[in-house]
């Protein structure tokens, strides 16, 4: 047995000559210089530890029986139904101050009041995990107009193996970190300008994803049709690719997490898609000079990419985005945040920039719902935008209870068109609450 042992290490360590000399008796086993192990190994007196960096957790709360109540059934023994929970977000959100137009020509400059209340998410649903691979998710919409309203997914995604899943149903597409993250998680009262334009609407989908240890990719196509209730498989629809890769990486006494991302969105229907474009302005008329919009935007190619960066208490967001169409659009969004009080309060900020060389290709709504899709809020256009918050974020039970404040100075130039630009300075303040 110890001559059998000494072979295998010669024959993985030696040269392969010196091994077979060994086994014809024509040299001894000891006789023979073995390269030294590789650093870090077994074998050099250490074992190669891989960095993890481990989610920070939520302290035990009061409130821990109550939230938990929304999981009706669990048993993970049962071979068809292994979990049953109810879901619901709601957001409501206030804004109070007013944005300026300057005057053009004969024009006078005028105020437009932004004060006001809104519910911008009511929703309410279920989540279901069966058969140990699938995953099913429904969910309605009960706030914001009639094209907003209504079934905001019925989506499953079933695990073909640990690492690769495929999701299919009503759900929205992977564009940018922002649109990515669930509503109830975005740290701002919105998302940015320029993502609630780009971004398509949640439609009928069929995705495939693979995620590995450090790469993750996705690749899946998308229906043209924008109904709000279920969509159905109309027009050449949209294709979509998603890459990605996280690095773990010890700094010091902590452990940093970089994600760098990359997504794609080819609109093939172009201005004959239903979902490529979630608001329709056609024919109506901006807050900012009364200007006409003759056509909605669209846009047939969609690009993001940026990184987002964990490290102890401080987080960090950095994206660009283009959209290329019949108008091309393009911006960028840098967010920092630092736990001040880990777990319970978190300050916030967000620089936004958008930029385009057509006249009014930029469309902005400002308020307590800055989202054009929510309703028929007034609507300023321009071709040149900068949006700074700064904010803090009280979490009273983890992520599901959180009060909002903040304050946001809005620049909308108008010099591509008809010149009427915009100044809003407002406050923000709301509650976000989600099981």
């Keep these: 047995m110890k001559l059998l042992t000494t072979m295998l290490l010669l024959c993985g360590l030696a040269h392969a000559n010196d091994a077979l ?8 086993a000891a006789d023979i210089p073995l390269p030294p192990p590789p650093e870090g190994s077994a074998a050099g007196g250490g074992e190669h530890v891989p960095v993890v960096y481990i989610e920070p957790g939520w302290e035990p709360s009061p409130l821990d029986p109550v939230w938990s109540k929304a999981v009706l059934f669990d048993d993970a023994a049962n071979p068809w139904v292994q979990q049953v929970a109810m879901t619901g977000y709601f957001n409501g959100q206030a804004a109070f101050g007013n944005a300026t137009v300057d005057g053009v020509d004969t024009t006078a400059s005028k105020n437009v009041d932004l004060d006001g209340t809104r519910t911008t ?11 140990r691979n699938t995953d099913i998710e429904a969910a309605g919409e009960f706030a914001g107009g009639s094209s907003f309203r209504g079934v905001e997914r019925l989506s499953a995604r079933t695990a073909i193996t640990p690492a690769d899943s495929v999701e299919y149903g009503k759900f929205r597409p992977t564009f940018t970190t922002e649109y990515s993250t669930e509503d109830a998680y975005l740290p701002y009262p919105e998302r940015s300008m320029l993502v609630n334009m780009l971004a398509p609407r949640s439609t009928l989908g069929v995705m495939y994803q693979r995620q590995g240890r450090t790469w993750d990719q996705g690749l899946g196509w998308f229906s043209s049709d924008g109904h709000p209730d279920l ?18 990486e010890p700094n010091g006494k902590s452990v940093t997490r970089t994600r760098w991302h990359l997504d794609y969105i080819h ?85 936004h920039y958008a930029g385009s060389d057509d006249p009014g290709a930029l469309v902005s709504s400002m308020g307590a719902s800055p989202d054009p899709a929510f309703d028929n809020t007034p609507f300023f256009i321009g071709n040149e935008y900068h949006s700074f918050y700064l904010g803090a974020n009280l979490h009273l039970y983890q992520d599901q209870l959180i009060l909002m404040g903040g304050y946001e100075n809005i620049i909308l130039k108008n010099q591509a068109g008809a010149g009427f630009d915009t100044e809003a300075s407002l406050w923000h303040t709301g509650v976000k609450a989600s099981f």
Excluded: C
């Design 267 to 351: 609109n093939l229907d172009g201005s004959r898609s239903g979902s490529a474009t979630r608001f329709d302005i056609a024919g109506r008329t901006s807050a900012n000079g009364n200007q006409l919009v003759t056509h909605n935007p669209s846009f047939r190619h969609l690009f993001a990419t940026g990184v987002e960066i964990d490290r102890d208490n401080f987080s960090f967001t950095g994206e660009f985005m283009l959209g290329k169409g019949d108008t091309t659009v393009w911006g960028m969004s840098l967010g920092p945040s630092y736990w001040l009080m880990p777990g319970t309060l978190n300050l916030v900020g967000r620089y």
């Design 231 to 248: 969509p159905g498989a109309e027009g050449d629809g949209m294709l979509a690719f998603n890459l990605s890769r996280t690095f773990v």
């Design 21 to 28: 000399d060994v086994l014809e008796g024509r040299k001894n």
């Design 121 to 131: 998410r009511a929703r309410l649903g279920a989540r279901l995990r069966a058969f």
